[in-house]
Nanobody, 124 residues
Framework: QVQLVESGGGLVQAGGSLRLSCAAS????????LAWFRQAPGKEREFVAAVRWSTGITSYADSVEGRFTISRDNAEDTLYLQMNNLTPEDTAVYYC?????????????????WGQGIQVTVSS
């Protein structure tokens, strides 16, 4: 099993930045895709960004492309999401997820491991 623990959320003003972290443990991650999803109140969970751990290949949702950057620290088995130029529409609970797969998926049901989620609130 893969255990995932998010940190770094909080309250920020519009235009500001936050960096989320996800500490992974339990398995070697080279055969995994790690991703960030988010869920706003009253909305379905949506894909944000993902990275194939072994190659660093990334994928982003259109809504965050150019503002968010997903990265990984192989030595620390930690996933990051740098979020810049935040807007109130980015307010959500953000989840770290892992999928033992070769290809990056944007579909949440493909991910078998999830963190507990962390709140990000952007004020206008």
């Amino acid at each position: 099993q893969v255990q995932l623990v998010e940190s770094g959320g909080g309250l920020v003003q519009a235009g500001g930045s936050l960096r989320l972290s996800c500490a992974a443990s339990g398995r070697t991650l080279n055969r995994y895709v790690l991703a960030w999803f988010r869920q706003a109140p009253g909305k379905e969970r949506e894909f944000v960004a993902a990275v194939r751990w072994s190659t660093g290949i990334t994928s982003y949702a259109d809504s965050v492309e150019g503002r968010f950057t997903i990265s990984r620290d192989n030595a620390e088995d930690t996933l990051y999401l740098q979020m810049n130029n935040l807007t109130p529409e980015d307010t959500a609970v953000y989840y770290c997820a892992a999928d033992r797969a070769f290809m990056v998926s944007r579909v949440d049901i493909n991910y078998g491991y999830w963190g507990q989620g962390i709140q990000v609130t952007v004020s206008s």
